[in-house]
């Protein structure tokens, strides 16, 4: 079991918040927590240049800050991903592979990873 924390937040934020946990199929909660993990996980100096960009940075310079987390993310992910399927597909084919086969083994690989999804 875990803990509850609270926040007080805007009427604005809460309803971004409601809005996306809909749109995730979460609950505020789940966005909150995942929300928490992830300031919590950056180094202390990240969480005060975020803090800076909150108080000191326009709306643009903000959106342009965090499409370059984003960013990072995704790459971070796509890499993760290209690892996890290198491993998978050695064991679906042999390194002789034909193209029908190595065809084969990328239809497998894409069906399993957008069942994760």
Same mark, same amino acid.
């Given at each position: +079991?875990?803990?509850?924390? #609270? ?5 604005? =934020?809460?309803? @971004? ?17 995942? !929300? =928490? ?11 005060? #240049?975020?803090? !800076? ?8 310079? $903000? ?7 984003? $960013? ?7 890499? +993760? *991903?290209? $690892?996890? +399927?290198?491993?998978?597909? #050695?064991?679906?084919? @042999? ?6 086969? =190595?065809?084969? !083994?990328?239809?497998?690989? *894409?069906? @399993? ?5």
């Amino acid at each position: +079991m875990g803990r509850t924390v #609270s926040a007080y937040v805007t009427d604005e =934020l809460a309803e @971004s918040v409601a809005l996306e946990a809909k749109r995730e199929d979460r609950s505020p909660a789940q966005i909150a927590a995942l !929300a =928490l993990r992830f300031f919590i996980a950056l180094p202390r100096d990240a969480r005060v #240049s975020l803090a !800076a960009l909150e108080s000191l940075g326009t709306e643009s310079e $903000r959106r342009l800050a965090l499409n370059e987390v984003a $960013r990072a993310l995704n790459i971070a992910e796509f890499e +993760m *991903t290209c $690892r996890r +399927m290198q491993g998978h597909g #050695s064991t679906l084919v @042999s390194d002789h592979a034909s193209d029908e086969e =190595l065809d084969e !083994a990328a239809v497998i690989l *894409t069906r @399993s990873a957008l069942k994760r999804a």
